[in-house]
């Protein structure tokens, strides 16, 4: 089996961690983005809803790229070079741009576009929008198509027609089962699709033709071993370390709050960091639900 062409692989998108007094922790971040730029991950992302980008200023999404770009900098000085994928959202076509701009600055490979906040508009009016930014950067972009997390998406026609349009919309960011990626694929063979949802479906969203994930930093490590089990043809391994991890990323992924939650707390233990701490809104963990995180945690090993 061979890798897929171009952007492809697991992609760990940055957690958002704060200090006590509800700041973004500069020394957590750091140290989730070593432990990404050290491992054998195909490319790290940020600023999408496991980042909780809704609750970021934009100097504070500015702040990530600029940490993200440090230590992605440093790695490729020690020969472990990794792309870049930076989500942007905005709600105008010029404060998407502007962000654009800066991760390009920056050195961002790519952008994920998210709609705007604005859910009560046509499909068309989305369409037009996801064009206008892409008309104004020169770098690879996908769009976040995620109806279901988002209120709002694309279907698979107007993909097509969108992909058509702009040569650089070249990478597609969904969130649905692989059953409807493999649809998506189907209508758009050229594009690389990457599928979420924490790691749901893994072997099946590669089996539909996915080039890869993007997910959570908890379980990561993991999954991009078992991507490269898969892609080498040794499906018996990848199949024994994804049953391994399974129950893990299902406990996880009951929603987005959820991932946010608990997700954020096994990567913190494996990290090695202190406890979380959130900022408001946020769900508050219950005591079994704590039980469960140190418990996935210590499955899965500490990052190193």
């Known amino acids: 089996m061979a890798p897929t062409k171009g952007f492809h692989g697991i992609y760990p998108i940055l957690y958002a961690f704060f200090d006590a007094q509800g700041r973004l922790d500069a020394g957590a971040m750091r140290r989730q983005i070593d432990a990404c730029a050290r491992s054998a991950c195909h490319g790290v992302a940020a600023l999408g809803l496991a980042t909780e980008v809704a609750k970021l200023t934009a100097q504070e999404k500015r ?24 989500t942007i959202s905005g709600d105008t076509v010029a404060e998407q741009s502007e962000l654009a701009q800066f991760a390009a600055d920056h050195g961002a490979h790519w952008l994920v576009l998210q709609p705007p906040r ?8 989305y369409f037009d929008f996801f064009a206008e930014v892409m008309a104004r950067t020169a770098l690879p972009c996908a769009i976040q198509n995620a109806p279901e997390y988002l209120g709002v998406g694309l279907s698979p026609a107007s993909i097509a027609r969108l992909a058509a349009l702009r040569p ?16 998506v694929i189907a209508l758009n063979p050229g594009m690389a699709v ?19 994930m993007i997910i959570g930093v908890d379980s990561f490590d993991w999954q991009a071993r078992i991507y490269d089990a898969y ?3 040794d499906l018996a391994a990848a199949q024994q370390q994804y049953q391994a991890i399974l129950p893990g990323i299902v406990f996880m992924m009951q929603s987005i709050e959820h991932l946010v939650c608990y997700g954020k ?6 990290l090695d960091l202190p406890p979380v701490c959130e900022r408001s809104p946020a769900l508050v963990p219950s005591p079994f639900g704590l039980e469960c995180v140190r418990r996935f945690a210590q499955a899965l090993g500490p990052l190193l």
């Not at 993200?68 to 792309?83: D, E, F, T, V, Y």
């Not at 990457?194 to 890869?212: M, P």
């Not at 707390?265 to 494996?270: L, S």
């Open 265 to 270: 707390r096994i990567a913190a233990i494996r």
């Open 194 to 212: 990457f599928n979420g949802r924490g790691g749901l479906e893994l072997i099946d969203n590669l089996r539909a033709g996915c080039a890869g």
């Open 63 to 86: 702040d990530i790229i600029v940490w993200l770009a440090q230590g992605m900098a440093s790695a490729s000085a020690s020969g472990n070079a990794k792309p870049i994928a930076i």
């Open 231 to 233: 892609r080498s043809g």
């Open 118 to 125: 604005d859910r009560t508009q046509p499909e068309q009016y």
């Open 168 to 183: 650089n919309f070249s990478v597609l960011k969904g969130e649905g089962p692989a059953v409807r990626m493999h649809e």
